[in-house]
T-cell receptor, first 112, second 116 residues
């Protein structure tokens, strides 16, 4: 039972490059979210999804895109990486609304 | 607007001491949910507890206990007889029922260091 799987675990990008952070869950959860964690700021919501085909913006969505074509997968795309996007990114899922969210192990992303 | 404040940035205690981590929240909703998560040095986020706004009973789980007081908008977390393995960053989080979005608003976290 893998839970929430994020890949890659580490990535270094150059400014202007694009990439996709992968997130997959095998628990058939409807709700999925992406957060970023920065020192002294806790976790902030980037985008979330309440089911396949439905996504919406969170607190800090600029510079990121998401899609939810299947229940299992919720990839996060950086369109043109900027140093301000250097962060640790967490994907989370939950079975029903207001249930505890299960988090992946995170992706540590550095933009040079 | 919803907000979670964890005023204690860092706390250092000696093993076997009791320690309380404070959490104050702001919301205009009458229905909401509060959570505590633990982030050990290995980096993963571990769910500890969920409490809804209609349940003000305190909860105890082993050495952990939580005190929810709506009158002061607080949801404090106490560790009794702390251990080195309790060293971690602890996050308090809020989810409002309005809008049915399942969004979590996190506090900035409290780093707890338990010294042997």
């Amino acid at each position: 039972n893998a839970g929430v799987t994020q890949t890659p675990k580490f990535q270094v990008l150059k400014t202007g490059q694009s990439m996709t952070l992968q997130c997959a869950q095998d628990m058939n959860h409807e709700y999925m979210s992406w957060y970023r964690q920065d020192p002294g700021m806790g976790l902030r919501l980037i985008h979330y999804s309440v089911g396949a085909g439905i996504t919406d913006q969170g607190e800090v969505p600029n510079g990121y895109n998401v899609s939810r074509s299947t229940t299992e997968d919720f990839p996060l795309r950086l369109l043109s990486a900027a140093p301000s996007q250097t962060s640790v990114y967490f994907c989370a899922s939950s079975s029903r609304i207001y249930q505890p969210q299960h988090f992946g192990d995170g992706t540590r992303l550095s933009i040079l | 607007a919803q907000k979670v404040t964890q005023a204690q940035t860092e706390i250092s205690v000696v093993e076997k001491e009791d320690v309380t981590l404070d959490c104050v929240y702001e919301t205009r909703d009458t229905t909401y949910y509060l959570f505590w998560y633990k982030q050990p040095p290995s980096g993963e986020l571990v769910f500890l507890i969920r409490r809804n706004s209609f349940d003000e009973q305190n909860e105890i789980s082993g050495r952990y206990s939580w005190n929810f007081q709506k009158s002061t908008s607080s949801f404090n977390f106490t560790i009794t007889a702390s251990q080195v393995v309790d060293s971690a960053v602890y996050f308090c989080a809020l989810s409002e029922a309005r809008g049915a979005t399942n969004k979590l608003i996190f506090g900035t976290g409290t780093l707890l260091a338990v010294q042997p």
